[in-house]
């Protein structure tokens, strides 16, 4: 009988804390300068797969799945050629992906994700400042940070268009 409560027992506990998010809502904004305008944009079809436990960070990742053909800046003819190959091929690269490694926490509701982000053929370590805010069996998370497109192929150096693209990730989900 002890032995069926203990077995029960680390069961329980195993099964809360991997237990994996349901996505509700995600989303991926952007900004980047172009000829010294912001230009706005987002991705539409974004999936993340997460499981955060604030206890056991060991445990807990965040996956992360953009479709390159879901990119909407209002303007279609723009849209069209951002997913050529002059900037992210979509039609030998589909998708981008982020992988956490190593989640750490700074403070109250306060992260540092360490993940692996692939756009096109390159896979680059990033750290990204990550707030997550639990409400019952509610979680939000939420992140603004910047890389350099060139880094990933994403585009040429230009003088017209920024090398720095400011991004803002959304997540809403419950346990």
Avoid at 23 to 39: C, H, L, T
Avoid at 115 to 125: E, F
Wanted: charged letters at 25%.
């Amino acid at each position: 009988m002890k032995l069926k409560l203990i077995i029960v027992f680390c069961l329980s506990v195993f099964s809360v804390s991997s237990q994996e998010l349901t996505q509700n809502s995600a989303s991926v904004d952007f900004k980047i300068k172009n000829m010294g305008f912001n230009v706005d944009g987002k991705f539409k079809d974004v999936a993340v797969s997460a499981n955060f436990n604030s206890n056991n960070l060991e445990r807990s990742f965040i996956k992360g799945t953009i479709q390159v053909s879901s990119i909407d800046t209002d303007n279609n003819k723009r849209d069209k050629h951002l997913r050529t190959a002059d900037y992210f091929e979509e039609e030998t690269f589909s998708t981008i992906k982020l992988t956490s490694t190593i989640i750490v926490k700074k403070a109250a509701n306060q992260y540092q994700l360490t993940a692996k982000l692939k756009i096109k053929k390159t896979t680059k370590t990033i750290e990204i400042p990550l707030e997550v805010i639990e409400n019952g069996s509610s979680i939000v998370m939420k992140s603004s940070f910047s890389i350099n497109r060139l880094d990933y192929g994403v585009g040429e150096s230009s003088w017209v268009l920024s090398d720095t693209v400011k991004i803002q990730v959304n997540f809403k989900g419950n346990k």
